[in-house]
């Protein structure tokens, strides 16, 4: 077995998988404060559920191609995939915003002074979080109206408003976190791309439940 450096522990090894819970908030402000409490939320809900679909979605195709090969496929595995597909591809919305890895002109932003870069992002931030705060308005009412109509799906029988329920819920998270990206950038001396990457060349830190 190898061993570890002298300075490796368990801790520090927790601190490198999930560091936004170790850092250290006494300096903050208290938009700070609560910028920062938010991320650690949505943090945990985002990873944790992208993890589980991944999974999920994994396990439950391998499943079914032996199924089909031996017996017959699983009923409901087409529906289920479809519900992991949605899941997983709204929580993806917020949480690309949060990482700074939606697509954007970041060669133009690099050619601007820090100044002239942060501005750009807090008009572009607002303009997004608008949007998106309008398309959850717009996929709520669709999902009442899914609601309302009370349709069912062909092999669980469940309502079919369940699958859509995540479309505003990702969409809201998507806006907040545009709304933590204007606060991070009013709230400190450079400007940053998006609430935890200051640059879209940082690492990337995954954390989680």
Request: charged share 20%; with cysteine.
């Amino acid at each position: 077995m190898t061993d570890l450096p002298p300075d490796t522990d368990a801790k520090s090894v927790i601190k490198k998988m999930n560091p936004e819970t170790n850092v250290d908030t006494s300096h903050m402000s208290l938009f700070q404060k609560i910028n920062h409490s938010i991320g650690l939320v949505v943090n945990a809900f985002e990873v944790s559920v992208m993890v589980f679909c991944v999974a999920a979605l994994a396990i439950l195709l391998i499943a079914n191609v032996f199924a089909r090969t031996f017996a017959q496929s699983i009923y409901f595995a087409e529906e289920v995939s479809v519900f992991l597909v949605l899941l997983m591809t709204f929580t993806g919305v917020s949480y690309g915003v949060r990482k700074a890895r939606h697509i954007r002109m970041g060669a133009f932003l690099d050619a601007m002074p820090p100044k002239m870069e942060k501005a750009f992002i807090i008009f572009i931030s607002l303009t997004s979080a608008v949007v998106l705060a309008i398309m959850t308005w717009a996929s709520w009412k669709y999902l009442i109206n899914a609601y309302d109509r009370g349709h069912m799906s062909h092999a669980l029988r469940i309502p079919k408003w369940t699958f859509y329920s995540i479309i505003p819920v990702g969409f809201g998270l998507a806006a907040i976190q545009y709304i933590r990206t204007i606060i991070k950038n009013l709230t400190e001396d450079e400007p940053w791309q998006s609430p935890d990457q200051q640059s879209e060349y940082e690492d990337e830190e995954i954390g989680g439940v």
